[in-house]
């Protein structure tokens, strides 16, 4: 993995193209229009977090990096290279990996068949040493190796989502809210990991999060999306201090 | 299953009381529904008169007999019910010994063993005539279904698609074996191949439109698929021969050695005095061969990615996709391999009848394929054994009860029920074993050491 040497400040003055680039993308259910044309960046080794409420399009548009919609107008690219009409298993052989929202464990696979799952894509060369670099990150995983997915509780099956996507050495991964209706014990345990994974590996990580605070203190940049279209962005610290964010997702909301 | 859960809690025996007109409250109630429901069905039956003519009798003993039993069995099953649960001694699961534990780890080697061995016992206990029936209606019978089961487990079990139309791909099996041999000549051990590409041929065009669907969508368009094939097979008459059908294909040979009195037939060529029984122990390893076969091969492709990669696709098809599975390859193969190894057993069916018609390919066949996969529990191998020994053993049964005409009069003919059996069987089986008789699903893989997984836990119908 690359290292993490380089700060924000100067990667801002090289100017890299960025790992995940998404330009004026408009995703379609039917004739009902879910984004309204999205711009976003996201550059190697950084957290860039996505927020806003209900509604607003945010899993839609972690589902159209994927394929899954496929946007109607707009282009992504990844490294360089266009994936706009790429089917969804192409686009995770490319290393992308994702924590889909509501997790989609296998729930009759045991954990251990879970890991494989995901390491099916680089056919096991790593499996060995990547299994034990996901216990050392979640070591409740271990304790439940060869327990079914379905039975375990909501905190360890996201540990497990994020655990599985890790697995196919992913050079970005998606996290589609992975705080959904867990413990705030545990929401900070699955944050202080993604934070561990991009400061020890410069993993790239777009995380999508209605959880702004905790979401924007732990990401580089970020993104407020309101009904399909990007409103404002900035860094992770500009944004929580920004009376319009704070009025809409963190007064009286998580802390 | 709720039906735990529903309970209510008073029912919960705490102090062992038992309230006696409550019961007879309930049974009573059940007794009057049973009346009310059997009148128009058992209360009359049609009689032909002196001039031909339908004419009704009456016969009021039969609901009130009904409704009688209900009674006694209701409150039978209340009583029982209201026995305190803390008389009975608690049961700990014992550390099973020694010899326990070898008989089940080796349980389907027996079994093998024990099927190996079948025709032989059966020729040596009732004689060559007498072991004909046990060999051919109970063992190559049953073992037809154990094969078409475990085709279809790979499709319905593994994979989670639910295939109706699963009797297509026998039928393209036989008649690919029928018209092959009987137009081109060519030997059985040719077409056997032949036929299995061919019906993965169709499993693969069956697959293509029905990609997108899924569950009960899916299962609509397979029903349709077997459908078609029925109908093709009957109206292209130049090609089929239509409900007619083709007959005289050749029969099975000794890997060319007929089965015949002449001086080349098996009987001569290997100094054995010539019996017909001969023919149907050698269809009978034949089919039990090729089961085999059919499980080995799911056994091993278990254990493999793409065996893995149709478990995962049971259980959720877009973190597949997200995990960089391709879900079309994944399911064109399990259709492909589910019909492949229907064709097989398919052109079995046609060498050992030596007659196919469309009549032999119709819905029920389908829906009893499906019925023992399901009673047998959705993947697993043993499970789906046990189920089509039940089901097809079970409705071969019912034609030696003939004690029951003794009971029930000359005319009772037990087969006539055999519909009505099955239905209670399996309305009585998803109370007790929601999720098929073995509900367990082992690991294909394990981390250091294996376990069954309870099938309490499982999502049951989940396809």
């Known amino acids: 993995m690359t290292a993490m040497t380089q700060t924000l400040a100067e990667r801002a003055v090289t100017r890299k193209a960025p790992l995940l680039a998404i330009r004026g993308v408009k995703t379609y259910y039917g004739k009902i229009v879910a984004l309204k044309g999205v711009d ?3 550059q190697e080794g950084e957290i860039v977090t996505l927020i806003g409420a209900n509604g607003a399009g945010k899993s839609t548009l972690m589902m159209t990096i994927f394929g899954s919609p496929r946007a109607r107008e707009g282009v992504i690219s990844f490294d360089g290279r266009d994936i706009t009409r790429l089917p969804t298993h192409e686009i995770a052989r490319l290393s992308i990996a994702q924590s889909p929202e509501g997790r989609r464990i296998f729930a009759r696979m045991t954990v251990y068949e879970n890991l494989q799952m995901g390491a099916s894509i680089n056919k096991f060369a790593y499996f060995d040493q990547d299994l034990e670099r996901v216990f050392a990150l979640f070591p409740r995983l271990k304790e439940r190796i060869n327990q079914r997915g379905g039975t375990m509780s909501g905190g360890e099956q996201q540990m497990l989502a994020i655990a599985r996507a890790l697995m196919s050495r992913p050079r ?25 994974l991009n400061k020890s590996e410069g993993l790239t990580v777009f995380l999508v999060e209605q959880n702004a605070f905790h979401a924007l203190k732990l990401a580089d940049r970020g993104y407020v999306m309101v009904n399909g279209v990007i409103t404002m962005s900035g860094t992770g610290r500009e944004l929580l201090a920004k009376p319009e964010v704070r009025a809409a997702y963190l007064e009286g909301g998580h802390h | 299953m709720q039906i735990q859960a529903s309970k209510p809690v008073a029912a ?11 019961a007879v409250k309930d049974a009573g109630f059940a007794a009057l529904v049973t009346l009310g429901l059997s009148f128009p069905i058992l209360a009359f039956r049609t009689q032909e008169d002196i001039s031909n ?35 009975r001694a608690p049961t700990l699961p014992k550390a099973p010994s020694a010899s326990a534990t070898f008989l089940i780890r080796y349980a389907s080697w027996f079994g093998v063993a024990a099927l190996i061995a079948f025709p032989m016992v059966m020729v040596a206990a009732l004689g060559a005539g007498g072991s004909l029936k046990w060999i051919n209606n109970y063992g190559i019978q049953i073992l037809i279904y154990v094969m078409l089961g475990w085709g279809l487990n790979i499709v319905v079990g593994l994979s989670g698609l639910l295939d ?34 061919l019906a993965a041929f169709w499993g ?14 899916l299962a609509i368009v397979t029903l349709a698929f077997g459908e078609i094939i029925r109908l093709v097979l009957i109206n292209w008459t130049d090609l089929t ?25 098996f009987a001569h060529l290997f100094g054995m005095d010539y019996s017909p029984i001969q023919r149907t122990i050698f269809l009978f390893y034949l089919i039990l061969a090729l089961a085999l076969l059919t499980n080995a091969v799911t056994l091993r492709l278990r254990r493999l990615p793409v065996g893995r990669a149709w478990e995962a696709l049971r259980e959720d098809e877009i973190a597949c996709r997200s995990l960089g599975i391709n879900t079309t390859n994944t399911k064109l193969t399990a259709f492909a391999l589910g019909a492949m190894f229907g064709g097989f057993a398919g052109s079995f069916f046609a060498v050992r009848q030596g007659f196919v018609s469309p009549e032999s390919f119709t819905f029920i066949e389908s829906a009893t394929i499906l019925a023992i996969v399901v009673l047998g529990g959705m993947g697993s191998q043993i499970g789906v054994a046990l189920a089509a020994v039940l089901m097809i053993g079970g409705t071969e049964i019912l034609r030696e009860l003939d004690f029951l005409k003794a009971v029930f009069g000359r005319d009772f003919d037990p087969v006539q029920y055999r519909m009505l059996i099955f239905g209670a069987g399996m309305v009585l089986m998803m109370i007790l074993k929601p999720r098929g008789i073995i509900s367990t699903r082992t690991p294909s893989i394990f981390y250091k050491e294996q376990k069954a997984i309870s099938g309490s836990l499982v999502k049951e119908g989940h396809g």
């Open chain 2, 164 to 197: 109706l139309g699963y009797v297509a791909f026998y039928a393209v099996g036989a008649y690919s074996y029928a018209l092959l041999s009987t137009t081109f000549g060519l030997s059985f051990w040719i077409c056997l191949p032949l036929a299995g590409l």
């Open chain 2, 241 to 265: 021969n239509g409900y007619a059908g083709i007959s005289s294909i050749p029969r099975a040979t000794f890997f060319g050695v007929p089965f015949t009195d002449d001086d080349d037939g």
């Open chain 2, 204 to 217: 693969i065009i069956l697959g293509f439109p029905v990609l997108r669907l899924r569950g009960d969508y």
């Open chain 1, 40 to 42: 976003l960046d996201v």
């Open chain 2, 53 to 87: 003519h339908l004419i009704v009798v009456p016969r009021w003993s039969w609901p009130i007999t009904a409704a009688i039993l209900v009674f006694v069995g209701r409150f039978a099953a209340i009583l029982f019910r209201s026995r305190p649960r803390a008389t």
């Open chain 2, 12 to 22: 919960e025996p705490v102090s062992g009381g038992f309230d006696i007109m409550a």
């Open chain 1, 172 to 196: 970005l991964l998606l996290l589609d809210e992975p705080s959904l209706g867990l413990a705030p014990l545990i929401v900070k345990q699955i944050f202080d990991a993604v934070k561990l």
